[in-house]
């Protein structure tokens, strides 16, 4: 079992849609990082978070420490936002190595 | 604002060739992590630095090497390339405040493919 695990894999959507992708992780962490990784591979990083809730335009990221979980949000979703979702943990391990989630593809449909 | 420089941002070798990838991080920033990710699969820490000394190993192959300079700029020395050593290597850098790591910034990446 992944120590982090994220759902669904794929997500296929309409341009518009709600859209809410989900990180669990089993380990104990100092802070979580969603990432977008485009075709071609560059990754940017969208949010890093230890607690709570982020907003940035129409993207929304939260964390539930106590469940060891996260979820991140497009509102509105458009074709653009089509790339691989990865949630990325830091364990309080010491290490300071991000342990990285299989990453959720995003189609967002014209 | 200033963020994580890798070069070249794609390359292609052939097999038993070299090749050197290069890493700048964001100005202030003291530690560089490298990361390999290959075709469809999760990306995977190889090894860090911090103020120029090797801080963390893992899953590095003995072909490969890195090293951390005086300017903090990080290169990832890789020889005997193998088909299998086809993947996207980027790498991110942070500050360490007292003994805490601030936050990771992810570098575009270089995408090698070796034939």
């Known amino acids: 079992k992944n120590e982090v695990e994220q759902s669904p894999q794929n997500l296929t959507a309409q341009e518009g849609e709600f859209i809410t992708i989900n990180c669990s992780y089993s380990v104990g962490i100092s802070a979580l990082h969603w990432l977008q990784q485009h075709p071609g591979g560059g990754i940017v990083s969208l949010f890093m978070l230890s607690s709570g809730k982020k907003k940035h335009g129409r993207l929304i990221a939260t964390i539930n420490i106590q469940e060891k979980h996260s979820s991140l949000h497009i509102t509105a979703s458009h074709p653009r936002d089509s790339a691989v979702y990865i949630c990325a943990v830091l364990p309080t391990s010491g290490t300071y190595k991000y342990i990285f989630g299989t990453g959720t593809r995003l189609k967002v449909l014209a | 604002a200033a963020g994580v420089i890798q070069s070249p941002r794609h390359l292609i070798k052939e097999k038993r060739e070299t090749a050197t990838l290069k890493c700048y991080p964001i100005p202030r920033h003291d530690t560089v992590y490298w990361y390999q990710q290959g075709p469809g699969q999760d990306p995977q820490f190889l090894i860090s630095f911090y103020e120029k000394m090797q801080s963390d190993k893992g899953s590095i192959p003995d072909r490969f090497s890195a090293q951390q300079f005086s300017d903090y700029h990080s290169e990832l020395n890789m020889s005997s390339l193998e088909l299998g050593d086809s993947a996207l290597y980027f790498c991110?850098?942070?500050?360490?405040?007292?003994?805490?790591?601030?936050?990771?910034?992810f570098g575009p990446g270089t995408r090698l493919l070796v034939l």
């Open positions: 991110a850098s942070s500050r360490r405040r007292g003994a805490y790591q601030e936050t990771q910034y």
